[in-house]
């Protein structure tokens, strides 16, 4: 991780080793609250298009601590080589949407939001709703947390990243 000109890069390094991770996480966590809506708003960019062997999920995400820092709990956007999809996660288990039918530019800034109600997580793009995911049946919400944190990881698993890719934060609320 590093602080740019451009904004906290995820991989400032142009690291493309194998097994290699980071992650940036908020001490601050925010409640998942009855019938309110949790808003997360991101602004960010990529560096590059979807690379092999590269993981970047960022929103909501309860982080594991150890390399390669996979997400235990939340909702969040995930970008791999298939491109970029929404994932809800419980306690371990995943959900996910199809990929996005989204093509970014490298280096442009795009608003990212994520509504969470307790029956279904909204992932928008500049305003435009991507997917929405019910909340599975015999969950009481979308994640196991009643709360959870702000944060991004960056992962490179398998085998060698075919690039470059860094995910650059500008702003969330």
Known sequence: LGWTAAGLTSNSGNITTTTTGAQFVTYAEFPILGASVLYCEIEGSFTQQPTTDTIIDFGLPRMATTNPFAP???AYFRLTSAGLFG????NGTETTTSVFDFTYTNNQKYQFIIA???SEVEFWIDG????SLETPVGQGQPCMSGALP?????AITGGAAGAALSFVLNDYT
């Open 72 to 74: 235990t709990d939340g």
């Open 87 to 90: 994932v809800i996660n419980s």
């Open 116 to 118: 969470m109600h307790e």
């Open 128 to 131: 435009v709703l991507y997917a």
């Open 150 to 154: 702000f944060g991004f990881r960056h």
